[in-house]
C-alpha cells in the first residue's frame, strides 16, 4: 500500500463561556494583601470564561461552528475525536452523552474515540492519531473536538499560581479531502514522568517542577524543528496555550522565538483555556493577520508532564 | 512516503482479580426467588474476578507480564495506549497516576495515549490507533493496555441481566520490530448511537436493545469479512468478549460461525472482564491449543453502542 495522501487542518470553531474580570474570583482575594491577583494582572490577564454548558454542550457549539462552512456534507465525518481532561463529570460513565452529541450534530458516521492523559497538550496528541488515522486510510475527514471545563469545586488556579483556567470547546476537521486551511507538516510528543512525584502547589518544589517543565518545552520545540529541518525563524507564528506573557516571554526564549512571533492577544481576553487554546489562538489569529501559502506555524500545547508540538504550513 | 511496514500484536498478558462463585453475590439474591442467579448460571456462568488492586496496580501487573518475554527491550517502547471505562475513579484528574505507572514498569520512553469511548470494544479501536500510528512511523512498539473494574457502589450486573462484570487488565505489543506472534490484517468499527435514548434496564425497551446490538455485532462481522474477503469459515477462532453462553450461541448465528469455532472456556471461569476479555482469551486459547502459521482469528469486540473486529493471522 502506497501513502501519499496528505493531511490538512482546516474549519476552527470554538465556544468560549461567558467572559468575567479576574479579580470577581472569590479565591484570589483569599491570599493575603491579593497579592496573586496583582501578580496575574501584572502578567497580562484581566478576564476568564466560564459556561454553565457541560462539556459536551461545549463540544457541540464548536462542533456546530466548524461544520457551518465545512466543504463537505456532515456525513463524510467519519471519526469524531473527543479529548478532555474533565472526568469529575460523571456522564463519562456512559456513551449517552457522545451518542447525544453525535446525533445533535448529525454526525451519523463518525465513529467517537476519546482521547486523554496529555491534559492542556490534549490538541495536539488527537492531531496527531487523526493524521495518522487519515494517512493509513482507517479514516477520511476526522472532526477534532477538545472540551474541558472547572468543575464547581475545584480551582481555577493553574499552578503554580501562573494563570487562571476557563471552560471552553474548540475544533478543527482533519482530512484528506478537504484539500485548503493547513497541511499538517509534522508532530513531535515529549514527556517527562518525573513530574509525578512532584507537586507544584508545594513551594519548595515549585523550582523543580518550573526546570522540568521549561526542558520539556525546550526539548518539544528542538524536536520539532530537527524533524522538519526548520529553525524558529522560518515560523510565521508560534501559537501556544495561553498562561501568562511571562510565561510566554519564557518559551520564546526556550525555542529561540521573537516574541512578536507569538500571538498574545487571548491572554488578557479569557486566560488559559486548557487544550483549547492553541485551535482558539489559531482561529483569532487568522481571522484578525493576513497569511500566505507556504506560511509555517507551530503549534505548541504544553501539559504538565508531556508536551506536544504540530507544524502545519498554509496552503 | 511509502509505507509496507506490517504490524505485529504479540506479547500478551493480563491480571485477573481474585475469583468468587456468582453466588455469593449479594445482588443477585435481591431479585425475587434467585430468579436472576438461576438464569446466569444456566448460561454458563460460575465465578467472577473482584480485585483489591486500582486499574492502574492491575495495568501494571498484566503489562510486567507482557514485558516479561518480549523480544524488545523496555525502553523501545514508544507509547503505551491505555483504555478504560472506569472513569469513576478520580485518579484521572492528574497524570501522576500514568506517570507512576510508566515509571515502575520502566517504560521510561512510552508516551501516554488515553482512549475511551468504546466500552468493552476498546481494545478493537486501541490496537487500530496503535497500528495506524506504527504503519505512519509515528511510533514502532506501542503497549496496548486495557484495565477496568467495577466501584465499590456500582452494580457488577451487565445490562439488561445478561452476566457479571470482573475486574481484570490486560495487554499486548504492537510492533513493526517484533515480528511473531499475528499480523494485524485489518481492524473495523461499527456504531449506532441510537443507544442514546434506549436503557436496557427498562423492561419494554430490552428487545429494542437486544436488536440494535445484534444489528450492530451482524454488520461488524460482515465489514471484516467483505474488507478482508473471507467468510467465517477461513477463521480458525472467533474470540468475542464473555457475556454467556446463550449470548456465544447468537453472535455465531449471527456471523455464520460454527458454535465450536469460539472460545468459550472463560465463561464459566470470570464472566465479563469488560475491554479485556479479548486478550484473555486469545492468550488462554493459545496456552491451551496448537495453531499453525496462517491461521486467522477474529477478535470481537462488542460495547452497547460501538462494535469493533480485528483480523490478526498467525506468522
Not at 19 to 40: G, M
Not at 106 to 127: D, H, K, M, R, V
Not at 184 to 206: G, K, S
Request: contains cysteine; glycine residues 4%; hydrophobic residues 40%.
Amino acid at each position: 500500500m502506497s501513502q501519499t495522501n496528505k493531511v490538512y487542518l482546516t474549519n476552527l470553531g470554538y465556544k468560549l463561556g461567558n467572559l468575567f474580570p479576574i479579580y470577581e474570583l472569590n479565591e484570589l482575594h483569599e491570599r493575603s494583601e491579593d497579592e496573586l491577583l496583582e501578580t496575574l494582572l501584572e502578567a497580562g490577564l484581566e478576564k476568564y470564561a466560564k459556561s454553565d454548558l457541560s462539556t459536551f454542550d461545549m463540544a457541540r457549539e464548536s462542533i456546530q461552528s466548524t461544520l457551518k462552512n465545512a466543504q463537505i456534507a456532515n456525513h463524510k465525518i467519519d471519526a469524531i475525536i473527543y479529548t478532555t481532561s474533565s472526568f469529575w463529570n460523571p456522564s463519562f460513565s456512559s456513551t449517552n452523552e457522545i451518542n447525544r452529541l453525535i446525533n445533535e450534530c448529525n454526525l451519523e458516521n463518525a465513529y467517537p474515540i476519546g482521547l486523554f492523559f496529555s491534559e492542556c497538550g490534549n490538541t495536539q496528541i488527537a492531531i496527531r492519531v487523526a493524521s495518522s488515522l487519515i494517512k493509513t486510510r482507517e479514516f477520511k475527514n476526522i472532526l477534532v473536538v477538545a472540551t474541558d471545563k472547572v468543575a464547581y469545586n475545584q480551582t481555577r488556579i493553574v499552578p503554580p499560581d501562573i494563570s487562571i483556567c476557563s471552560d471552553a470547546a474548540a475544533s478543527c476537521i482533519l482530512s484528506s479531502e478537504i484539500e485548503e486551511g493547513f497541511e499538517l507538516i509534522h508532530t513531535t510528543q515529549y514527556m517527562n514522568t518525573a513530574m509525578a512525584d512532584i507537586d507544584p502547589n508545594q513551594l519548595e518544589q515549585i523550582e523543580q517542577y518550573l526546570n522540568i517543565a521549561m526542558s520539556g518545552i525546550q526539548q518539544t520545540i528542538h524536536q520539532a524543528m530537527q524533524n522538519t529541518m526548520k529553525t524558529s525563524s522560518d515560523f510565521r507564528q508560534l501559537i501556544m496555550n495561553n498562561y501568562n506573557l511571562s510565561v510566554t516571554q519564557t518559551v520564546c526564549k526556550l525555542g529561540n522565538f521573537e516574541y512578536d512571533q507569538v500571538f498574545k492577544n487571548n491572554i488578557p481576553r479569557f486566560a488559559h483555556a486548557f487544550a483549547c487554546d492553541t485551535l482558539i489562538n489559531l482561529s483569532d489569529f487568522l481571522n484578525s493577520n493576513q497569511i500566505n501559502v507556504g506560511d509555517l506555524i507551530l503549534l505548541l500545547g504544553t501539559g504538565s508532564s508531556t508536551w506536544g508540538a504540530n507544524v502545519i504550513c498554509k496552503v
